[in-house]
């Protein structure tokens, strides 16, 4: 299998009129390829923004257990 190198993701595709374009199963295998290495460098980039926000931690909890950032539980204590 070879590596893919992802330099930037763009979210549009022109279509490309005559002989030039690109088969259906062309673009398939494209996308095959492309698609798993995308999903993980997103993946990425959700876990360090985690890793990094200053709302990680208990204002999170605190968040999901009240869905306003009220109280919290009901004894108040973290999981």
Same mark, same amino acid.
């Given at each position: +299998?070879?590596? %893919?190198?992802? =330099?930037?993701? *763009?979210? @549009?595709? @022109?279509? %490309?009129?005559?002989?030039?374009?690109?088969? &259906? #199963? $062309?673009?398939?295998?494209? *996308?095959?390829?492309? /698609?798993?290495? *995308? #999903?993980?460098? /997103?993946?990425?980039? @959700? #876990? *360090?923004?985690? =890793? $990094?926000? $200053? @709302?990680?931690?208990? /204002?999170?909890? +605190? &968040?999901? =257990? $009240?869905?306003? !950032?009220?109280?919290? !539980?009901?004894?108040?204590? +973290?999981?």
């Amino acid at each position: +299998m070879s590596d %893919v190198i992802i =330099e930037s993701v *763009v979210s @549009r595709v @022109r279509v %490309v009129d005559g002989a030039g374009g690109l088969s &259906e #199963q $062309t673009l398939r295998s494209i *996308v095959a390829a492309i /698609l798993p290495a *995308v #999903q993980q460098m /997103l993946a990425h980039q @959700r #876990q *360090v923004a985690s =890793e $990094t926000s $200053t @709302r990680n931690g208990y /204002l999170d909890w +605190m &968040e999901g =257990e $009240t869905g306003s !950032g009220g109280s919290g !539980g009901s004894d108040g204590a +973290m999981p």
